[in-house]
């Protein structure tokens, strides 16, 4: 089976920095999408960032000027540079991908990342 494993994910101070990591991991022929979701206390998940294969790359609001998606795609990698932390970027951030595999492929969810700011 296809599996992402997330890393990066910490505590960090307003105004700090924090690359969260993806890696898809399974017999992988192909990359449609990759991207980050957050979902912090009490609300829905929200999309933080995605990259479609070709280039495209759509960002939450909130965040523009401040993340930035990025994707390996030799290493089926998925990052998410984030500067400029505010305190409500807390939230638990998951790594989204859809991918071809050798059985058809399909939607994929790792299983999250914490990332706290506060001082």
């Known amino acids: 089976q296809v599996q992402l494993v997330e890393s990066g994910g910490g505590s960090v101070q307003p105004g700090g920095s924090l690359r969260l990591s993806c890696a898809a991991s399974?017999?992988?022929?192909?990359?449609?999408?990759m991207g980050w979701y957050r979902q912090a206390p009490g609300k829905q998940r929200e999309l933080v960032a995605s990259l479609i294969d070709g280039g495209r790359i759509t960002y939450a609001e909130n965040v523009k000027g401040r993340f930035a998606i990025s994707r390996d795609n030799a290493k089926s990698t998925v990052y998410l540079q984030m500067n400029s932390l505010k305190p409500e970027d807390t939230a638990d951030y998951y790594c989204?991908?859809?991918?071809?595999?050798?059985?058809?492929?399909?939607?994929?969810w790792g299983k999250g990342t914490l990332v706290t700011v506060s001082s």
């Open positions: 399974g017999s992988i022929s192909g990359i449609n999408v």
């Open positions: 989204n991908a859809q991918l071809r595999t050798s059985y058809g492929g399909g939607n994929y």
